[in-house]
């Protein structure tokens, strides 16, 4: 797995996880970033609503 970064037509930096060998994969940092947070969320107010 590698860290790849580059610029689009409008020069914004993306940065994008690589990996695999047979079948290669990538993955938008900022695509992982938004679901882990809405992941995070999403558990917390399951948790909120048990401990109700």
Request: glycine share 6%.
């Amino acid at each position: 797995m590698r860290l790849q970064t580059f610029r689009d037509d409008h020069h914004s930096r993306h940065f994008d996880l690589i990996g695999g060998k047979r079948h290669p994969w990538s993955i938008d940092l900022v695509t992982l970033t938004a679901a882990s947070i809405l992941a995070a969320g999403f558990t917390c107010a399951l948790v909120a609503l048990w401990l109700r």
